[in-house]
Structure formats: C-alpha cells, structure tokens
C-alpha cells in the first residue's frame, strides 16, 4: 500500500469484491486513476492449496471487472490487472519447486515487469503476475524461474 500510494495511486486494504460478503475481499486492491487499471494484489504468506486460491481469484476478477464497468461510469471501463506475491518462506518456495508449471501457465506477466509496475508506478503487464515479497515483508523481488 506504501509502494501505491508513493506512485500516486489509491489503495485499499481488504477491499471487499461484494460489500454484502465482506469475507469474500481482494488483499490490497490499487486503483491507478491516470492508467485507468484496477489492480488486484493477492499476498500469500502460506499458500497451501493453489487450487481454491486460483478459484477464488478467478471470481474476484470477475467481481472486479464488473467493478471496473460501474466505475467508469458512461466512459471506457478501467482495465483490471492482478498479480500475487508470495512471502518468502520455505513452503512458498517449495510450493514454487513442486508446481512450476501451474505457476508459470497461470501466471504469463512478467516478474520483473510486474514489481516495476508495483514498485515504481509502471503500467501492469496484460498478463497475472507473480512476486517475492522479502521475509520481512520490506521489499517486492522478482520471481526466477529455475529451468
């Protein structure tokens, strides 16, 4: 929330994707006014079942697409982006090791592209996107692929 705000974006934390379900909210949603992109930030400090996580990612893009609409008013819908980021801890990396190629199928943007765009204030790549974030949480490291 600190990098969004840094780079002249709105950000919310716990945004609730259907106000009437309040459990059901996207971790740090971004609103970036001058790109026109909704940003949707899932952080994981334990992923430990990528199916429902990937489920319920899907339906809040879809939530959120449906937001980009409403908020556009009668002008072009905003576009909306997501990326994940992974805590880097020892499950999360074995997570990574077990399932390279679900991850990499699912998640086509950029790593380094996609921490410029959170770090800096870069334009999102098209494509879901994957990050580190360091142990202690301070810093956004892109995540290499071993082949």
């Known amino acids: 929330m600190r990098l969004a705000l840094t780079n002249g974006r709105a950000a919310t934390f716990e945004l609730p994707t259907r106000p009437s379900d309040p459990a059901r909210s996207i971790d740090v949603g971004i609103r970036d006014y001058r790109q026109r992109v909704l940003i949707v930030v899932e952080i994981w400090n334990r992923l430990d079942d990528l199916g429902a996580a990937v489920r319920a990612h ?55 592209d996609w921490t410029r765009a959170l770090a800096a204030g870069a334009e999102p790549p098209a494509e879901h996107g994957l990050l580190w974030a360091s142990a202690d949480a301070g810093r956004l490291v892109p995540l290499r692929w071993h082949l």
């Open 58 to 112: 899907d339906r809040k893009m879809a939530e959120t697409r449906a937001l980009a609409v409403a908020i556009a008013q009668n002008g072009q819908p905003y576009r909306v982006a997501s990326c994940w980021i992974l805590r880097d801890t020892a499950a999360n990396r074995g997570l990574v090791v077990r399932y390279p190629a679900i991850l990499r199928s699912r998640f086509r943007g950029s790593s380094l």
